[in-house]
């Protein structure tokens, strides 16, 4: 067990250690720790939860063929000890040794991409981050790489084409050639799992399953992470101080994925940006939810797993999962057990995980050619917004153009996402017409009673969710 974490800043290993004289908690975003150093204020705190990517910095990563990965992310929702092992690039890396500005921060200068600069350095590192990953990027690609962050005075057209103009130019640049130093680097990093604590508080970083399991017996009321995108806001909003959290980023055999002829199995600890490309042709329903599964910063951090163990009533993967047919997996030191993605939450904020076991993967049948699947997610923006109400539904017909088989699964309409089971069964063996779905519309209101609240009120997620079935029998004649 190591208790110091050792992470690449400035191309050198630095070790950082909790103790009061630091100031420092295990808890501590990768935002704050920079801001109290005097060279790395260009990042900057605009929301403190992941919405405008001012603070965005990337991460540079060793794969497991030994390449380097670069990814954004947002550094307030990023805790200090999630940088063991990594390289940690703010704007002030970005020059090269002789002062040269970077090629995107060049192409922000000659397409006056940049007003008051407030946010100009996490629109800079967002744009470093596609840089690095995309040579000559789509219109389209450019635009998700950029839309996790706001810019509220020049306006997003001279910053698109200063993307475009910066990727043309190819993806060579000085960390190009240090790169080979850097993985050197990477690898003198010992992987042993950390356990660090302050007089408050308890951060476990495991590096593999069986000690990640060894830790949930041991400790049942640990908050346990796979990417904390949503619990990072208890500290980042509520200033809460978490007695204990088990962090199960580092945990690799959580990060894998297989597929033979029946499944696929994605690792509870794939990050959605990972998991995009390998559902991309099969299970397009779930890619395209995926997509809008908050910004580039939050999809390079966040897992299948960690969204599935936050139980939101919302429920962003969920409802789609459940017209997969979706399994998750729950390990404990004792064995495996496979739950359907149907049964999974239990009510609010409550699922079928015991204290003991962990979410190791999600379990996708193989897609049925017969079946038509969908999702949804209605919110008030397109980008990087909570849904007011979310759904995935399935459906087959048989020869006679009956429904054989149907699944509505809505997030937002109860405590938890949960599939209209009136709706459904009043559909079964009816023939898929427009006038019979008029009719199932009123069954709505007999499955879900939903609550008004900042982003909905309950007349207006009645209607829409009857309206979301109307889209589907449009999508699917």
């Not at 596609?130 to 990027?137: A, I, R, V």
């Not at 590096?207 to 346990?224: G, M, R, W, Y």
């Not at 199995?265 to 390998?278: F, Q």
Request: charged content about 25%; some cysteine; proline content about 4%.
């Amino acid at each position: 067990m190591k208790t110091s974490i050792p992470f690449i800043l400035d191309g050198n290993i630095v070790n950082v250690d909790f103790h009061p004289s630091a100031g420092l908690r295990p808890t501590t975003t990768v935002l704050n720790y920079l801001r109290s150093l005097p060279i790395h204020r260009g990042v900057k705190e605009g929301c403190a939860e992941g919405d405008c990517g001012a603070c965005t910095v990337v991460i540079g990563e060793l794969t497991a063929d030994g390449r380097m990965k670069y990814r954004a992310v947002d550094s307030c929702l990023l805790f200090l000890p999630m940088l063991h092992g990594k390289q940690l690039i703010t704007i002030e890396n970005l020059k090269d040794t002789e002062q040269h500005l970077h090629p995107v921060q060049q192409a922000m200068v000659d397409h006056h991409g940049s007003q008051c600069g407030f946010c100009t350095p996490g629109i800079v590192m967002s744009m470093f981050g596609l840089y690095k990953n995309s040579h000559q990027p789509s219109k389209e690609e450019t635009g998700l790489a950029l839309a996790g962050n706001l810019c509220r005075c020049t306006g997003y057209r001279p910053i698109i084409d200063a993307a475009a103009a910066a990727c043309a130019s190819g993806n060579r640049d000085h960390f190009s050639a240090d790169e080979s130093k850097m993985i050197e680097l990477l690898k003198s990093i010992s992987q042993e799992s950390v356990s660090t604590s302050t007089s408050d508080q308890r951060y476990d970083q495991p590096s593999t399953l069986k000690e990640a399991l060894k830790l949930v017996q041991q400790f049942p009321a640990a908050v346990v992470i796979n990417g904390a995108s949503d619990v990072a806001l208890r500290v980042t909003k509520r200033f809460e101080v978490i007695p204990h959290i088990i962090d199960l980023s580092r945990v690799e055999e959580l990060k894998r994925s297989t597929r033979n002829q029946h499944s696929l199995s994605l690792g509870a600890g794939l990050k959605i940006s990972d998991a995009m490309p390998l559902v991309r042709d099969d299970y397009p329903a779930l890619h395209e939810m995926l997509t809008w599964f908050g910004a580039e910063q939050i999809r390079n951090v966040a897992t299948l797993g960690g969204n599935l163990g936050t139980a939101s009533p919302i429920g962003d993967a969920l409802p789609v999962l459940m017209a997969y047919g979706a399994e998750i997996e729950l390990t404990s030191a004792a064995g495996s057990r496979k739950i359907p993605a149907n049964n999974f939450v239990l009510g609010y904020r409550r699922t079928e995980r015991r204290p003991d076991e962990l979410i190791t993967a999600v379990i996708l049948p193989k897609a049925s050619t017969s079946s038509n699947v969908r999702s949804y997610k209605i919110s008030k923006r397109r980008d990087l917004d909570i849904a007011t109400l979310s759904g995935g539904f399935r459906l087959e017909l048989d020869s006679k153009n009956n429904v054989r088989e149907i699944v509505l699964a809505y997030g937002g309409m109860a405590e938890r996402t949960k599939r209209a089971e009136s709706t459904e069964a009043f559909l079964h063996g009816k023939p898929w017409t427009r006038k019979v779905i008029e009719e199932a519309q009123r069954c709505i209101d007999a499955d879900f009673k939903p609550i008004s609240d900042v982003r909905g009120s309950a007349q207006f997620r009645s209607l829409a969710a009857k309206n979301l079935l109307m889209k589907f029998w449009l999508e699917t004649v």
